[in-house]
Every structure is written in C-alpha cells, then in structure tokens.
C-alpha cells in the first residue's frame, strides 16, 4: 500500500495515515493521540497542571546535550524552587537520548520517544504515586489493561538504605501477587543524584507481559523480554551526601515515567513499536523507496527500524526552535551521525534515489505537526538542513567506502586512519566502528581521539559524558551569568533588531554561551555596542523582579519566550529595568541574581557562527 502525501504539509492529506487511523478505530485499538490525552486528562482529574513540553535542548545546562526525560527540565523545582503550575504537574515530554543508540534496531529502543509524566513536588508520596499508576492503566475508565499481565519490581534494600517494603506492601494491597514482585538492588530500581550529591531514592517498575495472555508466568523474571517495562515511579526520598551515604529529604518528590511508543505498542498487542502508528507511515515509505518488506529478514528489518527512528530524531532535533543544524559539535554532531548512518543504510537497503531523507522528514512533520507545531513552524529550515547534508555526504560517500575497503587487509583501523575517514569523508567515528564490526575488525578509538583533539579539539563529542543528563548547576558564577545572558540578548536586539531570538544557550561557571537568529557577522562597532548597552544597566543597580502570572498575559506584556512549546499556562517572567524603561522582559526558569549589580562588568569574548542564519557569542564576567 503507496503513501500519496500533498506537495504541502499543512494540508494533512496523508492518505495512509488517514486510512490507517480509521482502521485503529473501527478493531477498537488505541492512536497515539487518545493515548496522550488520556494520561492527561487522567491527572488533570487528579488536580495536576498539565504542562506544554520543554524543548529538546536543555536551558542551563552544561553537562547535557539533550533533554533525555521528564524530569530534566523539571530539576529546580525537584530541588525546591516553587514551579507556577503548583506541587502537581504533568506533561508529555520529547525526549533525546544517545547513550543506548546500539540499541536501535530492535522492538523497543529509541532516539526519540515521548515520555508521559507526573510530578509531585512535595505533595503526594508513594501510596497515591502507586495507585494513580494502578488506576490509571487497570481501570475500565483508563486503559483497561488486565491485572494478569502486569508485574512490578521494588528496591531491595541495602548497606545504605532500606527494603522498600511501603511500595512492596501497597501492590500487595492492590492485587499483585507476591510472585509478581521482584526485590531488585540499585543498579535497577533505584534513581541516584547525577552528581556526588543531589536528590535520589528507590523507585518502583511496572511490567507488561506481551507474550501469550493465556500463558503468562506465575512468577516475574525482568531478564525474560517478554516482559516490557512500561512505567516507572521514582520516590526520591533521600539525599546523597557527599562523601557517601544519605539522609533523608525535607521535600519528598514523585518522578514517574511512561514510554508512550511502548505502551502503545502493548496495548495494541504489538511486540514491534514500530508496527504502531507512530511509525507505520515511516515504514511504508522506506518499503516503497528501498523495494524491501518489513518483518521478512531480521538484517533487513532491524534497517528500517534504523532508518525510521534516526530520521525522526534528526527531523526533531532540526527542528526544534533552538534552530540545531548538523555540525561537527554538540547537538549538531549527533544530527549529523544520524544522518549519515541512516544514508549508508539506506544504500544497503537498496534506496537508489540520490535525494530521499526529506521525504521522511515530511511524513514525521505530518504525523505530528498537530502535536508539536514547531515541526510545521520550522518545515522549510527542516527540509533544507536534510537535502544539504545528504548532497553533503552523498559526495563523498562512494569514495570513503572504497577508502575503507583498503584497510580491510589488516585487524586494526588505526587512530589516523579513522581519523581521516572523518576528515576526509565525514565519517563519524561510530559509522567506522559500525563498519569495522560488519568486517571483523577493531577500531583504535583512542589514537583516534587523540588525532581529533590534535584538530579543534572536537574530541568533546566522543566523550560519553556529554550524553548523560545532570543537574543544572545554579551555583553563584553561573546564576550571575544566566541573568547576564538576559541583558546581553535584550540588548542585541536593541542594536540589531526585533528579529533576533535565543536559538540556545550553555552557561557553565565559567562563561556563557548563546546562540540567536541574526544572518550576518556582526561588526566591530555593533559587538561594541551592545557591550556598552548591558554595562550601562549593570551601573543602574537594578533589581530582578519575578513576576508570576498567565502565559496569555505575559504574552500580552510583550515577554519573550518559545511560547508554544516550553511553557505551561502559568508561568514566571523576570523583569529587569524601571516600569516605564523595562530594559529586559523574559520568561525563564533558572536562576538569577537578586540585584544586577553584583555582576561587575560584562565582556564578549567572541561572536562567532553557530549555524545557517544562527549566530553565537561568548562572554565573560570580569
């Protein structure tokens, strides 16, 4: 069956897609979107603030390259600060995470997912977490799922922190036999502090057989992957001290997680996400490109679940309104190792047509335009980042696979090899690795770092670290910083006008970083300017007032902001300046000073480009 797509987006005639809706509803199977609006609407009744999604590239936050779940934009407010949506919250949340990659091409694993969340920041503890969470997915008003085929596991408890026989104790109450629930150490039920100290405690995950219904085992064994993880509760009850040990928290949270393509796929009795809606479209259309069947040859379908989800990951991360391009760095790196990886692919596969990812980046626009309307906001930048870095790579592929066809004679690609593999032919690492495993060999991933640094120091995007979330450091340097970043972009648009807008930031204590929509190299006389206008208000000795109110109002008060796809429906604006010469009106979640005096004087180092039509500049603190 063809997919017929309209030449523009915005028509939504994905007659496919369309079909297949209709084909869901009538053998009375779930869509994506009732899914989402019932976990929703469910919390809604239970007095949580449903919440817009934050964007994929994290606000002030260092240590990340991507928002990798629920709870990472949420991480002030999980240490204390009061959020404006209340002490009870829920979301679906997009999500990035790099760090199981090797995993796509399986059933279940993916770069981007949404999860679905809710929060209690000091409101409600484990007993209403756990039955909220039996509720919702056993009642004949929610999900309907039969008790049978569902299983949960709990902290077993340790040297430093004890069973936890309450949430044990609460699914007992509520039906699960004592079988069905596995006693497990740390390295599986339990959420611990990103850094050396910070928030943590056990949490509780709940199961879904997919196997058989009428052969569902007695017992529950979490190796046996017939049972998918479908949710999980984290009670973050203590906090890790430095040195070691715990103590226990004065604000006790709620973080629970539910994976919205694994519960989809399971409560429409699929073992395959990619069998589900949210990918159907995708599939079709690399069948009808490569010539192939999904589902008939493990190698060929575990090729197209690589293709599908790296291609809707980089259509994300494009276009996010953050304005990402794929670059050799950051979250530009990691487009672009998507991309390529997907483009030899899809050669394997057969797709002989020289210009085809967009057209999947079309098919993810329309399946989830309605959803996220960034997608259709940004469709034109979307469509040329894909068509220029796959002509790209495209001219250069042909020629580093033969490359690397001459070092297939000996065991080891060496450092420099690899490194001029990427140089030369823009082969990321991991496609080399790739390659080098199909063929038996080893890659000297050491001396190829050690070549990388030699050149611009890029080895930064090789390093793990930057892949794992953290706590976003709100210590005093980098507070300063964050409300210097307010200044300094109030003032570029004063200098180069209303058009100028964050496209993303990165502050560490050090300096801050950001990046705005502005064509040009700005000139001497303009950086000089606006370094001057944010000086001038730093000797005003203004005060920082947060103010707390409506997005529609804030709006109406003229507050920058990404409005559409970061913020609830309450939310804080800062004000900076006299009410009659306001010099900076943003909406923001961090940390700031209290009086901007404290920030001495304001330096830019660089002003640099970040992107096609994205700008950066950084800057110090003197």
Not at 48 to 69: K, M, R, V, Y
Not at 200 to 221: A, K, L, M, R
Not at 505 to 515: A, F, G, Q
């Amino acid at each position: 069956m063809k997919l017929e797509k309209c030449q523009v987006v915005d028509q939504k005639c994905f007659k496919f897609y369309h079909f297949t809706i209709i084909i869901l509803i009538f053998i009375n199977m779930i869509t994506s979107r009732e899914l989402r609006q019932k976990f929703l609407d469910f919390f809604a009744s239970k007095g949580h603030t449903i919440i817009s999604s934050a964007s994929l590239i994290p606000e002030n936050d260092p240590t990340a390259l991507f928002t990798t779940a629920g709870m990472h934009p949420l991480v002030p407010y999980l240490l204390g600060e009061e959020h404006p949506g209340g002490s009870r919250l829920a979301d679906a949340q997009k999500c990035i995470r790099t760090g199981d990659i090797d995993e796509v091409g399986d059933s279940t694993h993916h770069t981007f997912f949404e999860m679905l969340g809710n929060w209690s920041l000091g409101d409600y503890f484990k007993s209403d977490s756990i039955k909220y969470s039996f509720e919702f997915l056993t009642s004949s008003d929610w999900l309907n799922i039969d008790v049978n085929r569902l299983a949960v596991s709990v902290f077993v408890g340790d040297d430093d922190a004890p069973f936890d026989a309450e949430a044990h104790d609460l699914w007992l109450g509520l039906g699960i036999p004592e079988k069905r629930i596995a006693r497990l150490p740390k390295k599986n039920n339990w959420w611990d502090a990103p850094g050396v100290t910070g928030p943590c405690g056990p949490d509780t995950e709940i199961f879904y057989w997919v196997g058989d219904p009428n052969q569902v085992p007695e017992s529950f064994n979490d190796d046996n992957d017939l049972w998918v993880e479908i949710w999980n509760n984290v009670f973050m009850q203590y906090n890790k001290k430095i040195g070691g040990g715990f103590e226990p928290l004065a604000q006790k949270n709620v973080d629970t997680g539910m994976g919205m393509e694994r519960v989809l796929a399971v409560l429409n009795d699929s073992g395959d996400n990619y069998r589900t809606e949210l990918f159907v479209n995708l599939i079709s259309k690399i069948e009808e490109l490569s010539g192939q069947k999904y589902g008939l040859d493990a190698s060929v379908t575990r090729m197209m679940r690589i293709v599908a989800d790296h291609l809707k990951a980089a259509t994300f991360i494009i276009g996010d309104d953050k304005g990402i391009s794929p670059s050799n760095t950051d979250q530009g790196y990691i487009v672009r190792r998507l991309m390529r990886r997907t483009i030899r692919l899809g050669r394997q596969l057969g797709i002989k047509e020289e210009s085809w990812t967009h057209q999947l980046a079309q098919i993810v626009i329309g399946d989830y335009a309605d959803v996220y309307g960034e997608l259709k906001r940004n469709q034109s930048f979307i469509l040329e980042q894909f068509n220029k870095e796959e002509e790209k790579f495209n001219r250069t592929l042909e020629n580093g696979l033969k490359e690397f066809a001459k070092l297939e004679s000996s065991n080891i690609i060496s450092g420099v090899e690899a490194f001029n593999l990427f140089q030369s032919y823009g082969f990321p690492l991991e496609m080399t690795e790739e390659l080098a495993i199909e063929k038996g060999l080893t890659v000297d991933k050491l001396g190829f770092e050690a070549e990388l640094k030699k050149h611009q120091d890029l080895s930064r995007t090789a390093s793990a670290g930057k892949f794992k979330g953290g706590l976003a450091d709100s210590g005093d340097e980098t507070t300063k910083l964050h409300t210097a970043a307010h200044l300094l972009l109030a003032a570029l648009r004063k200098v180069l006008g209303d058009h100028v807008v964050q496209r993303g930031s990165n502050i560490t204590p050090e300096r801050l970083r950001l990046d705005f929509s502005h064509a040009d190299k700005m000139t001497d006389d303009q950086i000089k300017t606006v370094e001057d206008l944010v000086n001038i208000e730093i000797q005003k000795s203004l005060p920082v007032i947060c103010e707390q109110m409506p997005l529609s109002e804030a709006k109406d008060k003229g507050a920058m902001g990404v409005f559409e796809s970061k913020y609830g429906e309450e939310v804080k604006v800062y004000k900076i300046g006299e009410d009659d010469s306001i010099f900076s009106y943003e909406i923001c979640g961090g940390p700031h000073v209290e009086n901007i005096s404290v920030l001495g004087h304001f330096r830019i180092l660089k002003e640099e480009s970040s992107s096609s039509g994205v700008r950066r500049i950084k800057a110090i603190l003197e």
